[in-house]
């Protein structure tokens, strides 16, 4: 990691009134779940835009709950990382807005592994694509979260609605459907009073969420990306450290 761009970054965070954070896939990575760009996005040879559609469900219900009960256990198996734990601090501290693409719930459990004293809901994430913890019904539209295990083995095993009987399905935004409108209005609102948005190990193609970056720098404030490569929105960071998250956050948050 480039020493000189590191302090000017960590410079940066110090001064800034209110800070915003997105992250993506590349946060978890040290945690040991896959991006949806290496090899691993592969499974039983589909890939996410396959899997992750209103479409794929109504077609072959069981195969998508299969998926998605292979994904969380993936997760349920990792725990976050420096990252994660560092964004965490400096959010309960009330500085920070963490927004995130991600559906595995570490941010979350950063937050709840903090102290006692800290303030932990501060701590939690608006979790813009949704959860793998939480189901939704196909029915009534009731939500509520879901960690117990999964029974995938055909359509007569699946998970159902406690009211209404009808099918569960993960609480995930899939391609082609809409973000919670008032999450998504939370988010830009953070992002549009930060003078400084933290963009964390998200390739930045996938809108609206990507756009939440742009709003920061619209507004007169900075970005400030970690990401190994390249993004589109490396072109409009203030600074990019090219280095894993788990070691570039904590040095940028240190002292925050
Ligand atoms: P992405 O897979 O498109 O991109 C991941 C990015 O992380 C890349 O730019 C990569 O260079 C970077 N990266 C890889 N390792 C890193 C590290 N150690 N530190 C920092 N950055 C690193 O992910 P995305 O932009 O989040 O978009 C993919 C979509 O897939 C999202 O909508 C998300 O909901 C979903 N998804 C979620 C998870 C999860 O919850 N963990 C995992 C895979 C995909
Ligand atoms: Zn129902």
């Known amino acids: 990691m480039d020493r000189g761009r590191l302090e000017r970054g960590r410079q940066r965070v110090a001064a800034a009134r209110s800070l915003v954070a997105l992250t993506g896939a590349g946060v978890s990575a040290e945690s040991g779940v896959p991006t949806f760009r290496g090899e691993e996005a592969l ?27 292979w994904r969380r256990d993936r997760v349920a198996r990792s725990a976050p990382n420096a990252a994660h734990r560092a964004l965490a601090r400096v959010a309960a ?8 693409q991600n559906v595995d719930g570490l941010h979350g459990l950063a937050a709840d592994e903090l102290d006692a004293e800290a303030d932990r809901s501060r701590a939690r994430p608006l979790e813009l694509h949704g959860s793998l913890f939480r189901v939704r019904c196909t029915g009534c539209d009731r939500r509520r979260p879901h960690r117990e295990p999964l029974r995938v083995e055909d359509a007569s095993t699946l998970p159902r609605c406690r009211s209404c009987g009808a099918l569960l399905r993960p609480d995930v935004v899939w391609f082609g459907e809409p973000l919670d409108a008032s999450l998504l209005e939370t988010a830009y609102e953070a992002a549009a009073a930060a003078d400084l948005c933290l963009v964390v ?10 756009g939440i970056a742009t709003v920061t720098v619209r507004a007169g404030g900075e970005l400030l990306e970690v990401n190994p490569e390249a993004t589109p929105l490396s072109a409009i960071a203030t600074i990019s450290l090219r280095a894993p998250a788990a070691e570039a956050v904590p040095a940028l948050l240190v002292g925050s």
Not at 50 to 55: D, I, R, Y
Not at 93 to 100: D, S
Not at 201 to 210: K, L, N
Request: proline content about 9%.
């Open 201 to 210: 190990g998200t390739s930045a193609v996938v809108h609206p969420a990507a």
């Open 43 to 69: 499974w039983e040879r589909f890939r996410p835009e396959e899997l992750a559609t209103p479409q794929a469900f109504r077609d072959d219900p069981v195969r998508v709950w299969r998926w998605y009960a």
């Open 93 to 100: 501290a009330g500085r920070l807005t963490i927004v995130t």
